[in-house]
């Protein structure tokens, strides 16, 4: 029975996965896909868990974050996934809990945010070649403008050049 569920979950899981990757390329069509999503995942967090676990495109986060209200439950897992993750995992979860932030500015999200910076000060390492870091940090500040000190200090002890991208223009719906 259990190896059945697993098989099942894993199955739901795939048709999701293409679900989502059919995003961002109609509004009608998106509207419809987060809408079966937000309900098909209301009854399901096993699957929530497991589609969030595998990651998706971080392109497609503020799409998914805000047409689908039943993301918010992935605050309860995705500190697990930033410390234990993968490094793949690792980075999703950060943009994650930036975009939920951006959306939802609850006090959780907040001490959660405080988490993923602290995680990041302590493994800099991890990020010396993620350049999308600087777009997450700038989500946790639209956020909370109260973290932008902190962000600062953390942007400082990176290399000079590592944020010499432009990225201030965050296009984002509330």
Avoid at 12 to 17: D, E
Avoid at 82 to 106: D, E, I, M, W
Wanted: proline share 2%; hydrophobic share 40%; glycine share 4%.
């Amino acid at each position: 029975m259990e190896y059945r569920n697993s098989f099942i979950l894993t199955m739901q899981s795939a048709c999701v996965q293409k679900l989502i990757d059919n995003l961002g390329h109609n509004e009608e069509v998106d509207n419809a896909i987060c809408e079966f999503l937000h309900s098909y995942w209301i009854e399901n967090f096993m699957l929530i868990k497991l589609v969030h676990t595998q990651g998706y495109s971080k392109k497609l986060l503020s799409i998914t974050v805000n047409k689908i209200g039943s993301l918010i439950c992935t605050w309860d897992f995705i500190l697990d996934l930033v410390q234990n993750g993968t490094s793949k995992q690792q980075r999703f979860a950060l943009q994650l809990a930036g975009h939920l932030s951006y959306k939802y500015p609850t006090q959780r999200l907040l001490e959660i945010l405080r988490s993923c910076i602290q995680f990041i000060e302590d493994n800099l390492n991890l990020f010396s070649e993620d350049l999308s870091l600087d777009y997450t940090l700038d989500l946790y500040v639209k956020a909370f403008p109260t973290l932008n000190g902190r962000v600062k200090k953390l942007k400082r002890k990176f290399p000079k050049n590592f944020f010499s991208f432009d990225m201030h223009s965050l296009q984002l719906v509330r």
